[in-house]
């Protein structure tokens, strides 16, 4: 008899269908129960990030909607102003599918004017399918050695000056003025740094993630290819740092926050917590936080308002006021 008409395995199915049932349940009353008021932006709390990751989740069957592209250089927006608000230096904002850079044009006509790129933009370099590159033969090791700055994937990084009621509405769009993308005259390191009159503004995909921890490795190979007389190298945590975090430093917090759009009642059931893709090593003293479903939005979802897609202030400032509550180890 197999597996699919064993009694005992069809009753396993009813039970756990029961128990996620009951998680959802319990989750959609939470829904119902009155929450505090969060703190403004400006207030003072005990504990503020100064590099806040956003990771903006959209489904695979809404991701080539246009809707879902304005949702997201929306988020973007309203990311950015209330970072600004509340003097966070750092903001990073990541979607797998690599939506925001396929808009870039939008995302850089929404913000202040003045931002200006802290690394060179080359969209034309990413790639999200790496060929496995076979060792160099003796020959080819030193040349390949030369080659091994381009291993690293760039990052898009902006400048946003820290102006209030810079900011242009969705209406206002077309008309904005678009930011030249040129060469600034910062060096990758310098532009790191935050200089307390601006916003660091980080666009990520999945190409930051795993496929950069494998960039890295190719990157330690090369080194030892090119000089073979060497003795193998010990990898440890620091050599790693220096690649992988050259340009996308740690956050020190990260809020997730899934794009829902009610065209079912499943709408309506919280998702389960997930990184999709997120860059593993920077977050590994990074605090989390996931509201898989906030009552603003149930309700949001509930009648089928356009707007429950959007992160709105309630959920960024009660956000903010769950990081000041952390109590962090840091290991110990």
């Known amino acids: 008899m197999g597996a699919s008409t064993n009694p005992g395995v069809a009753i396993y199915r009813v039970l756990l269908s029961m128990v996620h049932l009951g998680h959802a349940i319990v989750l959609i009353l939470k829904c119902l129960v009155p929450r505090p008021i969060p703190k403004k932006l400006t207030a003072e709390r005990r504990l503020s990030p100064k590099h806040v990751a956003l990771l903006l989740h959209v489904e695979p069957n809404k991701a080539g909607s246009e809707k879902v592209a304005s949702d997201l250089v929306e988020c973007v927006r309203r990311a950015v102003e209330w970072c600004n608000e509340a003097g966070i230096e750092t903001l990073s904002v990541y979607d797998e599918r690599g939506l925001l850079k396929v808009h870039l044009d939008d995302v850089i006509s929404v913000l202040p004017a003045g931002t200006q790129p ?26 390949s050695s030369s080659s091994t700055t381009s291993v690293h994937s760039p990052l898009l990084s902006f400048r946003v000056p820290t102006v209030t009621n810079t900011f242009v509405t969705g209406s206002d769009r077309e008309n904005a003025n ?29 190409d930051q993630s795993k496929p950069a921890i494998a960039r890295a490795a190719q990157q330690l190979s090369y080194r030892h290819l090119s000089n073979k007389s060497a003795p193998v190298p010990q990898v440890d945590i620091d050599q790693l740092d220096q690649i992988l975090e050259a340009d996308f430093s ?9 794009l829902l759009y009610p065209s079912s009642p499943r709408a309506l059931i919280p998702k389960p917590f997930e990184l999709y893709g997120f860059p593993p090593w920077q977050i590994r003293l990074s605090e989390m936080y996931y509201d898989p479903l906030p009552p603003e939005r149930f309700f949001s979802v509930l009648l089928s308002r356009p707007a429950a897609a959007i992160i709105t202030e309630t959920d960024f400032r009660r956000a903010l006021d769950s990081f000041a509550q952390a109590d962090f180890k840091v290991g110990k």
């Open 250 to 258: 740690s956050p020190d917090f990260l809020i997730i926050h899934p």
């Open 118 to 143: 802290a690394l060179p933009v080359q969209t034309s370099s990413y790639s999200s399918v790496f060929p496995i590159t076979p060792p160099p033969s003796d020959g080819e090791a030193t040349s």
């Open 178 to 206: 678009t930011v030249r993308q040129t060469r600034p005259s910062h060096s990758s390191s310098q532009a790191s740094g935050h200089t307390g009159s601006e916003l660091q503004l980080n666009v990520l995909c999945r």
